[in-house]
Structures are given as C-alpha cells and as structure tokens.
C-alpha cells in the first residue's frame, strides 16, 4: 500500500503508543533536510475504521513532544542529592558498565533485590517488556505486579463473563441507549463518543454515572452523579428492580448464565431508598434508570475505571457486568458492555518474554501500587529499581512515601525515559530512550479488535536508544550470551502473536506495509449472543467459584469505600470530602504535562469544589486552597462550580510535581490500601479536608 506524498515527502504508517483504548493508526509525514529525515505532520490514518482520521488533542502535538528542547539526549549520572535533579553527561559505555557492575553486585547477594517498575508509557509490545522480561527473567528479579491501572475491573471482569472482552466500539452507533459508566470518553476514548454522538444523532439516550459532572457527563441527556465508591450498591440496586419488575431475558438467563437465584437474593437487600442512601441520589434514580435499561434496547455500558479505584471497584464491575445478561442485550452486536478487548489478543507470552529463563526460579512479586510503602520495608530490601515507560513519583499513590523510598541514598536507582520526570530526578542513572516516531513495534488494543504496527519516521534523536536496545546491551555487558538478546526489533515484532485464533494471519512483513488489519473475528462481532462465554462453566457467571477458591465473596456485592462518611464516621468528622483526581483532558496520565501547549490549556493545578462545600469554608473562586488528609497535602487553585457534586471535590490529573509551584500533585492524598479483587489502587477512595491556603 503506497501512500501521497507531496514531492520530497515520505508518509509512514506509525500506531500511536498511549494509554489509551483508542489505539490510533497514525499516517506520519517526513522530509529530507540537509541529509536528516525530520517529521513535519502527524495525523490520523482516515482509512482506519475507529481512528477516522482524527487524533486528540495531545497526540496532534506529538511532534512537540518529540522535538522539545527538554528532550533527553545523553545518559545522565546523578552528581546533586536524590530528588534535586543535578546530572553531568556521561556515555553509554561508562553508564552501562557501571549499572552492569551495581547489578551484578546487588545480583550476588540475591537477584530479587532488584526489581523493575514499568507500565503503559508506551503500549507496544517491542518497547514495552519484551526484552525488559527476557532481562528481568534471565537475572532472577522480582517480579512486578502491575495493578496500577486496570487488575481489578480486569480480573472482575474475567471472573464474570470469562476474559476481557466487549461490545465492539464499531457498533455502538446503532445502541438506543449508551451508558458511560466511570468514564470521561469525551477525553479519554475519543473515537468511541463520535460513534455515541453518531447513535444520539439517531434517537438514542446517553447516561453518564460519574460523581462529577465531566465534559461527557455534561453531553449525555442524563447525569447520576453517585458518591464515589457506591457503583457496587447502584448496580445492585437496578438488579433489585428488573427481577421485582420481571423485566429480564428469562430465555439468556436460564441458557447463559450461573448463579441467578443467588444473586436476586442479593440484590432484594438493595432496596432503591436504601440504594439512595448509600449513593446520596434520589431513590427514583434507580427504578429509573432500570427502566431505561429494560426498555431502551439494545443498551450498551461503556464501562470505564473510574468505579474501579475505590475499595470495592472489582465487586462493583461485577454487579454491573451482570446486567446485560439478565436483560438479554449481548444478544445484539450494539447492546451489552465494553471495559476491554484485550482479551481478544492471543499474544505469544512465551516467545515474547521468555519465562524460560527463570530456569526453574519463582521470584517474589512486588505490587507496583504500594511501591512507597515496599521501599520502605520490603524483606528483603529493595536494593535497586529499573523503572521504564512509568513515572511513579508522580502516578503511585502516597507519594510522600514514594518520594521517601526513592530517596533513599542505599537504593540503586535507573530511569529510562524521554524526559526528565518526578522520577528521573531521583535517578543514579537517566537513560535516554526514543518516542514512537524513532523506534520499531507492534500494538493491540484496549478498545477495539485491530492489530496495527509502528514503522520508524525518523532516525533517534541524540544519542536516545529504544527501551529494547537498552536491554539488549544490558544483557551484553551482563554477560548474557543466550541467543535472545540478539533478536532484533522486527524479530520481536514478529513473534508478538500465536498464529491460530484470531491472530492466525499475522504477518509481520505484511502489517509492517498495511500499517494495521483486524482480527480474524465475525462481523458484526456479537460476542456472547449465543452465550459461550470463556468461563469455566461456560456461562455467564453471577456466582463465581473462581473467586470463592480465592476467599473472596462468589457473589457480588457492595463493598463500601475505605474512607466515607458511612464507613468511616470519625474519619469524616475531621476529613469529610471525597477526593477525587481523574484524568486531565489535555494530559496522559503524567505524559504530555512538560508541552507548554497543553499544559497552557489545562491552566494550572485545581482544585473543583461545590459552591455549598466552597461557602461553607469560605473558599471563593480563585483562592488558593490547601487540601490536606493525614497523609498528606497539596495547594490547588479553586474553581466553585456544581460540575462536583456537593461532598467531593475533584482535582483534574496527573500534574508533574516539580512544574507545581508547591512541587506536589494529587497524589500526595491518595492511599495504598488496595481493591477488593486484584490488588488495584484506590486512587479515589480518599477523604480530605479543604482550606484556604495562607501564604
Ligand atoms: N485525555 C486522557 N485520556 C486518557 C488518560 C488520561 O490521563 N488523559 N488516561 C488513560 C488511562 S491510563 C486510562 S486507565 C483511561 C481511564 O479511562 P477512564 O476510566 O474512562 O477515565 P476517565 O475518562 O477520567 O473517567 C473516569 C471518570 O470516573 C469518574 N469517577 C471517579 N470515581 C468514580 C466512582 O467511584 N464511580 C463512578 N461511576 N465514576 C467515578 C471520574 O469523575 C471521571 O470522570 O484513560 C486513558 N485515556
Ligand atoms: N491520582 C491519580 N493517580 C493516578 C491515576 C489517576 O487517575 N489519579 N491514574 C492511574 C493510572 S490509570 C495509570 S495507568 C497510571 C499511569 O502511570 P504511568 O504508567 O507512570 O504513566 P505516565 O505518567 O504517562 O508515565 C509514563 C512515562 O513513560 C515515558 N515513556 C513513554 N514512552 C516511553 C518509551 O518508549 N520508553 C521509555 N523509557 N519511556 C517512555 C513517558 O515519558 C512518561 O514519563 O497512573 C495512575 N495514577
Ligand atoms: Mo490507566
């Protein structure tokens, strides 16, 4: 496939890397300038059925990212105090013989005292932890559990209808009715909220259940805005009222489903008034929206993480994963629910990240979510972290105690990335590492069912080599001869999937041409309307073993917030707002806060607070304010408006602290406590008090 180009002018197909579930194909424009490729337009492939030709806002500005004048070029040695950010230049040759050296060393005592720290910075699987598993398996590291995102709606999900797996985005246009369910799709999955504009356009009804009253929020015909954390006992509450109704798929139910006896048991205690209570919304909110979801067919729940960062997150994704199947909406390509389709990738594990090389080895785990609480007094010690495509002084929970760990002068510390993060200014060694317009790789999706890769545009900036690379030359200076580590990018990229399933024509040379192709699925994809669902028992399951094997509750439930008024009165009395801080439009995560462009259109560090809770503390818009808990505290701008809802108060995320003018973020508020299922932060289960700053 050959693409236009202006005389002088290369267009290469690239995927773009985010967090995100959109995943875009992205058409790249280069031209040849004095001997050097330079890239001068970045834009979404039109061809691509979910991308459209269309890219957010932060990604429109990628070229800003990858040509800032703050980019790291050269490795770095810390020559200031941890956290002060003084680095001098130093080569490849000298920064990897010494971190070669401190790893061998800390390797002999024993391996595990070395653990790496990485997420999504980028989610290709060449540049994610493809090499960097080989590395870490071959040294006998810890092994890192990486729950910062998404285990628990993830495992929740597994558990009730068997993988992750969803309604495809493509259909969505022709739901009646689309429930945004913990998630701000406006700004965090674009290319789905054209298609839910598109149903609109043709008569359907849009709901948003959100505490806050975001940009999508603010767009559907119908906003419930529960207290965070309460999800599990609205969810439960609308199954009260479709079996007291009768309003379910008798015939799915009986053929599709396990456990239904047991979970309308549970559900008759969730009576909508008590229901009410518990969420702090009216009671007729809740036969309300049952109503809808019974009439208005086929329904579609786009449902999102916002409800998963909270005590109960897993217990509340699975009250509501039920709700498709009793009212029989998976039998419609447009109806049912969509977390992920992650799932759907049979992706070749072994091949990839060879857990071979552990040779019989079982490393302990380390949970990426308590990495404050775990330098501090994991047994044994962490004695160095390698931390790549992440930036956890700023995005790990309790950051003060993050902070504190990562200060600590014993511990060994490598920052691979592009800037110099939160993180990397408590570096011993900084790495430069290339963006996706300067390396190799291949992507899935989060959001919809396409496999795409990520041809290089231009040459590496500097002296920035890939993560993979890296690796491959840490590997070399180990002293590890094993074949693997001379495996080239494209060899990599070749070996991402299983050749059967889905992915039983993946061509690598191919893709690398075409720039993406869809899963071998049906289309329309409806994927459980004749039920089958990868279950153990092949149902959907209400009640769930799996879980029961693992001491958690078969059915589910509502497990209240850590921190609430309801569940921690005394806390309350001295700490009585919920803190909320979902992502920021114009930011990804921490990435993209260092583009003046996007940090300008974002403003500065706020605080959204109800005009009830702002006039009972005498906060008025504008004021500075210190938002404070026993954990920790952090000085916001105040902007008074009902877009939160009365008893929470939201601050939009994630902030560099050191761009801060108090040089913290949201996060010095958060806790470590955990989920109910698969060990996930509680980034918004949080209890605070507001003040106005004195300074
Ligand atoms: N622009 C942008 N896009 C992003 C990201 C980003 O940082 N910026 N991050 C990416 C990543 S890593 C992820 S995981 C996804 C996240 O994707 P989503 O989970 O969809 O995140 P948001 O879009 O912020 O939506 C979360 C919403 O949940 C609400 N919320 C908070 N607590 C609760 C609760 O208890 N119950 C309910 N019902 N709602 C609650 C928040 O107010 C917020 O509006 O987005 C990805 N896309
Ligand atoms: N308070 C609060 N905290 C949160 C959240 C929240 O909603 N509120 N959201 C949570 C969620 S959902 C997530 S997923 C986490 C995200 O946390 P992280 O995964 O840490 O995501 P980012 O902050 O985007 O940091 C990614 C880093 O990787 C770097 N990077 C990108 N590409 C590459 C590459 O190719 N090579 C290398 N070496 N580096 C690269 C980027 O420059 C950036 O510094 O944060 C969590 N933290
Ligand atoms: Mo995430």
């Known amino acids: 496939m050959r693409l236009e ?11 773009c890397p985010h967090d ?5 194909a992205m058409l790249v424009t280069v031209r040849e300038e004095q001997g050097r490729r330079v890239a001068v337009k970045i834009a979404g492939d039109p061809a691509h059925p979910t991308t459209a030709g269309t890219l957010c806002t932060k990604v429109s500005r990628y070229l800003e990212r990858t040509y ?48 790496p720290y990485s997420y999504a910075g ?21 092994f890192l559990d990486r729950t910062i995102c998404a285990t628990a709606g993830g495992e929740a999900l597994v558990a009730t209808i068997g993988s992750r797996l969803g309604t495809d985005v493509e259909n969505f ?32 009804k849009l709901i948003a259940i959100d505490p806050y009253r975001s940009l999508t929020a603010d767009k559907c015909h119908q906003h419930i805005a529960l207290m965070p954390g309460t999800d599990g006992a609205f969810a439960l509450g609308v199954i009260h009222v479709l079996v007291r109704e009768g309003w379910l798929d008798r015939d799915y139910i009986d053929r599709h489903t396990l456990g239904f006896d047991a979970l309308a048991e549970r559900a008759r205690a969730f009576d909508p008034e008590r229901v009410g209570a518990l969420c702090g919304i009216e009671a007729g909110v809740v036969a309300g929206f049952a109503r809808d979801y019974w009439e208005l067919r086929p329904a579609a729940i786009r449902l999102n993480y916002g409800m ?21 909406h998976w039998r419609d390509p447009a109806g049912g629910l969509l977390l992920s389709t992650s799932g759907a990738y049979p992706v070749d594990e072994a091949a990839l990240y060879r857990p071979d090389l552990l040779a019989g080895r079982r490393p302990r785990t380390i949970n990426m979510s308590t990495i404050g609480r775990d330098l501090l007094a994991a047994e044994p010690p962490i004695d160095a972290l390698i931390v790549y495509n992440s930036n956890p002084v700023a995005v790990a929970p309790h950051s003060g105690e993050v902070a504190r760990g990562f200060a600590r002068e014993d511990l060994f510390t490598v920052v691979l990335d592009h800037f110099q993060t939160d993180t990397a200014d408590f570096a ?32 590496p900036l500097g002296e920035a080599l890939p993560n993979s690379e890296i690796f491959r030359r840490l590997a070399r200076r180990m002293g590890y001869g094993d074949e693997c580590f001379a495996e080239s990018d494209d060899q990599l990229a070749a070996q991402a999937f299983v050749r059967s399933g889905p ?54 439930d509502h497990v209240a917030p850590y921190e609430s008024a309801i569940s921690r009165p005394e806390l309350a009395q001295r700490y009585p707002l919920a803190f909320i801080s979902p992502p920021a439009r114009n930011f990804l995560n921490s990435t993209f806060v260092n583009v003046a462009s996007l940090r300008d259109a974002e403003g500065e560090p706020s605080l959204d607070v109800h005009p009830a809770d702002a006039a009972h503390r005498g906060i008025a818009e504008g004021d500075r304010v210190r938002v404070f808990n026993d954990r920790g505290s952090v000085e916001l701008r105040a902007r008074v408006t009902d877009r939160a809802r009365p008893g929470c108060v939201v601050a939009l995320s994630i902030w560099w602290k050191k761009l801060a003018h108090d040089h913290r973020n949201a996060n010095e508020l958060t806790s470590q406590a955990l989920t109910d299922i698969g060990r996930g932060p509680t980034f918004y289960d949080c209890l605070v008090e507001v003040e106005r700053a004195v300074s």
């Open 5 to 15: 180009a202006a005389p002088g002018e290369t267009v290469v197909r690239a995927a």
């Open 20 to 24: 995100c579930p959109d995943t875009c």
């Open 68 to 115: 800032h004048p703050d980019r790291l070029l050269h490795p770095l040695r810390r020559v200031g105090a941890k956290g002060e950010g003084r680095f001098e230049r130093v080569s490849w040759d000298a920064a990897l013989s010494d971190i070669a050296a401190r790893l061998h060393e800390i390797a002999a005592r024993d391996p595990q005292r070395i653990v």
């Open 122 to 142: 980028t989610m290709g699987l060449v540049q994610g932890e493809a090499m960097a598993s080989r590395f870490f398996h071959r040294l006998g590291a810890s």
């Open 173 to 204: 246009q022709d739901a009646k009715l689309i429930v945004f369910w913990g998630t701000n799709a406006i700004a965090s999955n674009l290319h789905l909220w054209s298609r839910a504009q598109e149903a609109k356009r043709r008569g359907a």
């Open 308 to 328: 998963q960062r909270t005590h109960g997150g897993g217990n509340a994704v699975r009250a509501v994963a039920c709700l498709p199947a009793l009212a029989g």
């Open 428 to 459: 011993d060694y900084v790495l430069p590492a290339t963006t996706q317009l300067e390396h190799v790789d291949v992507h899935k999706s989060y959001g919809h069912y396409y496999v795409l890769a990520n041809n290089p545009a231009i040459e």
């Open 503 to 556: 992915t039983s024509s993946f061509d690598w040379q191919q893709l690398k041409l075409a720039g993406w192709q869809r899963l071998d699925l049906p289309a329309p994809h409806a994927p459980f309307a004749h039920g089958r669902f990868p279950t153990a028992s092949g149902r959907c399951e209400f009640v769930s073993e799996r879980l029961g094997a693992l001491g958690i509750d078969p059915v589910p």
